[in-house]
């Protein structure tokens, strides 16, 4: 019966078509504005401080649970890093169920449940929701914080930050952090392997008992409850957790710099150069500023329509991409605009940068543009209704952010009420060209004489020079070479350090085996090498053969994964160099291009080529380093070789302890044996 | 004239287990083919509408990989009536979010926006079937980005070449061996023409389905979906023919190199029964039993109490005609790969001699009805749902029946599956490890 309706009025809707008349070359004019229905949770306190708020949503048979704690930011100081200890630990047994039966419990109610230093967040099954609760509950109320678990965690931690030591983004992140709050702020300072290590479980409990209280504790449940029995479940729960006043604590002024000035960390391993144009701002979400300025930061680089990206990246294409951000936060933020450019064109980049960000404080933008900002704004905020949790949310803000009541409900009021002026006026007040610190983390010598360059309103903008720990230091200098030495002179101080003339050249042929330990796995090098500039080398993982290449002095061939690929003409180039075991017997083109330090010694850096660099320890002669330049698939690397511990062999010393570093990775090659003038056949070197 | 009209159940079902929700939809086929689901949900007035087609990557053409992910790129070029460049800008600055997805067996176009703008989200995806601007600029264009986006996504990103060594090892035929960005000499030696002649393929409204979900009126949603879409001329049908693989019968062993990784990754890999199979859902399950939560018996073992792996994952890649089964972990410390591979079959043996405990078959159970409640938690979220469950189950009620087949499954079915397709002499071994470049 139903079908036979709906058919009918189907084909009322056919014959409709038929008449009807669309117009495709235009997008269709929008519906009226659809009605925004902002519900309100029901809430109450407990006792011991605890605010709860409740959002009963039955569309589905699940709750989420919030706790978080609305703590001000507290310094760690000497102990940096505390906080994260804590929270890593929560959720690692309590005082009542060991670890894993804890774990086992929660899987098996089929729920989510993770724990943070200030927060904990728990997905259920509405059936499940008392017991997922009381897990909750549990394991943030009643820790057992045990050494085994503790060291496991603080290890890893330490791991972890290690592993970073290089990474460019990561100390990029953390300068631009300490520059913009302060050294002692909480938000500028950082935990470092040595903060870690000296915190001790004592303190890690300690902390806990210090601020894991409920004074600014806020607990959102959302969805399939009922009120009244949810409450009752809370109060049962939480009510035992008990009300402690938090430390009073003193924040750091936070001040800008006082002039706009370029601040250089230099990463001598760096291919990209990271760029963050960042000053701190005064901006709460209650500031009737707030609207204005996330328009206007919309319209500068708030997504990949808008100018900044518009700019770096599709008219100039400096970057993948380049944005901005501006915060907020009832304690201190930051206006941040940045890109991670290629090295050459990082000046052009910074000044790119200060040109978009005086357009927009100098020049209205255009109504379409400010329209478009909104639009998208208004877009987000409907769209967010969808969850329940966003009930929650803007509840939780309008509590912690000390919002007026009806903030959420005049929310696209506000949006629509921002004008070309207002945009002017934040982005001249926040995005402050005049005291904003230009953080560029990369490879100094390539990138820092043009940085020193630039000009900005007429003048040149100041230098200075940070280490990884945020400290101002000198400019890292390049150390003029004493006119008496040449690459001549490095060369033959580098003979005879390993034997002289004589003994050198009594070699002509070189077999090396070495082996290095890779993630528990034994990875094997063999090389030959001969005087007249041949060369078989061969690696093996496990036995296998991973890669082997053969180069007979005119031409070669690799052999990797099975396939065996003729050297092109870059390699036969680089296989040149590569077979000789001692290219120091001639000059030939090498050039001396300077002095530089290497692991705090001075070494010669000789250039062959382009591609090629070799160091040689200024003191004892020995080569201590080789730097090989390669492009693949348009980027750029360049792989540092290592050498040390010389022994002698046959008259003549090599190294017998080899590192190369790939990427993040560094493989320590231990050379188990050499031979010389033996161990080598023409066979070695066939196609 | 509408060839098949079906509505489901209006009532709320309160199923025996109590799940209490049902997602109800409508679902008919335009004149011109095109499979239309509407569903209606007025809590916020949000609409979402997307376009499921029916071709991914194991869709060649002329034996060249890669044409439907290209194609997900290519189709936000432009249209006749939508200028280069602005098909993103509309969105946005209609206050929308967008994306597109693809993948071996299908490609997905979707908009979310406040429910005002339903006939936006129509006009939109109707341009892009109708007339999209399939022209040399942008196969240009387009080609440079996808390069850019298989350096970041494949040859630059740590692991990002596993999936790719997986399908290559476990199939040899079939167009899953390839990877779905596709081989770049294969897109660079693509014609226009052979770009018009794909699109004119797959991409015509019979072999796409149309979803819109959320705020909506019913009545009125379909005329204008009649009004956009039916002009759209029907295209001939799709010919599809499945590759057959021979079942592998001897381990296959394989090493693959990585320059963007520190620690090595050891993978078991077996093929499997395709998506819509019992059996499928039966190994999703297998997977929760090994690696789902730190109580999981692979990731307590070797994570937490042996302290031999940083990570141990258990996956169920099912796509429409087979499926990839992989068990993937990373070395801690100074663990050997081979310790890995003994502990990893240490508990697939003990899945095909052991039946599961009574309370662990009961946290699978509670597990995966936690999974089913919430992946039907937004508009966007259901409509892909349905769309997926139309375009490659073809069975669109499995919105709502799904969790019925999880249900149905028993410890002696695990048992059985793992005995099945888990068996070691049709298995992969891969080992993916770090590249170093070799010493001068």
Known sequence: MKKYILTINALLFLAFTSIAQIDRSTPPEPGPAPKINLEKPETFTLENGLKVMIVENHKLPRVNMILFLDNPPHSEGEKAGVSTLTGGLLGTGTTKTPKDEFNEEVDYLGANLYFGAESVRANTLSKFFPKVLGLMAE????????????????????????????????????????????????????????????????????????????????????????????????????????????????????????????????????????????????????????????????????????????NLREDKGYTYGAYSSIGNDKYAAAFIASAQVRNEVTDSSVVAFLDEIHRIRTEKVSEEELNNAKNKYIGNFVLSLEQPSTVAQYALDIETEDLPEDFYETYLQKINDVTVEDVQRVAKKYFKLDKARIVVAGKASEIAENLEKIEFNGETLPVKYYNKLGEEIEKPKAKEVDASVTVEKVYADYIEAIGGRKAVEEVESVAMIAEATVQGMALNLSMKRTMDGKLNQEVSVGGNVMSKQVFNGETGFVVAQGQKIPYNEDQIKAAKLDANPFPELEVGDASLEGIENVEGKDAYVVALGENNKAFYDAETGLKIKTVQTVSQAGQTMSIPTGYSDYQEVEGVKFPFSISQAAGPQTFEFNVTEILVNEGVTAEDFEE | MFKQIKLTACALLVSAAGVAQEVEFTEYDLDNGLHVILHQDKTAPVVSTSVMYHVGGKDLKNDKTGF??????????????????????????????????????????????????????????????????????GVETQNEVVKEERRRSYDNRPYGNLLQVIQRNLFSQHPYKDPNIGYMEDLDAATLEEFNEYFDEYYAPNNATLVVAGDIEIDKTKKLIEDYFGPVPSGNQVSRTRVEEKPINTTVKDTFYDPNIQLPMFILGWRTPGMAAKDAQVLDMISTILSGGKSSRLYKKLVDDQKQALQVSAINLAFEDYGAYAVLSLPLGDTQLETLKQEIDEEIVKLQNETISEREFQKLQNTFENRFVNANSSVSGIAESLATYNVLYEDTDLINEQIEIYRSITPEDIKRVANEYLKENQRAEIYYLPKKDDVQ
């Not at chain 1, 983004?169 to 953390?174: D, T, Y």
């Not at chain 1, 008992?209 to 806020?218: G, K, L, M, R, S």
């Not at chain 1, 601040?263 to 391993?269: A, R, S, T, V």
């Not at chain 2, 460049?85 to 946005?92: A, T, V």
Request: no cysteine; net charge negative.
């Open chain 2, 68 to 137: 439907a992910h290209f194609f997900e790129h290519l189709l936000f070029e432009g249209t006749k009536n939508i200028k280069k460049g602005e098909f993103m800008s509309i969105i946005n600055s209609n206050g929308g979010s967008f994306n597109a997805t693809t993948s071996l067996d299908r490609t997905y176009y979707y908009e979310t926006f406040p429910s005002n703008k339903l006939e936006l989200g129509l006009w939109l995806e109707s341009e892009r079937m109708l007339h999209p601007v399939i022209g040399e600029t």
């Open chain 1, 139 to 310: 394991g943030a109320l009643a820790p057992k914080f045990t050494q085994e678990e503790f060291e496991k965690l603080q290890q890893r931690e330490i791991e972890e930050l290690e592993s970073n030591e290089k990474d460019v983004a990561f100390n990029a992140g953390r300068l631009r952090r300490t520059l913009t709050f302060g050294k002692n702020h909480p938000y500028g300072e950082f935990s470092t392997p040595e903060s870690l290590e000296a915190v001790t479980l004592e303190e890690v409990k300690s902390h806990y008992n210090t601020y894991f209280v409920p004074e600014n504790a806020y607990l959102a449940i959302i969805g399939d409850v009922d009120f009244e029995k949810a409450k009752q479940l809370v109060e049962e729960k939480f009510s035992s957790w008990e009300a402690k006043k938090l430390p009073k604590e003193e924040l750091p002024e936070v001040r800008n710099a006082e002039t706009t000035q370029i601040n250089i960390l230099d990463m001598p391993n760096a291919v990209q150069s990271q760029i963050a144009v960042v000053n701190s701002v005064d901006l709460k979400k209650s500031n009737p500023d707030y609207f204005p300025s996330i328009i206007a930061n919309r319209i500068l680089g708030g997504g990949g329509d808008a100018r900044l990206f518009m």
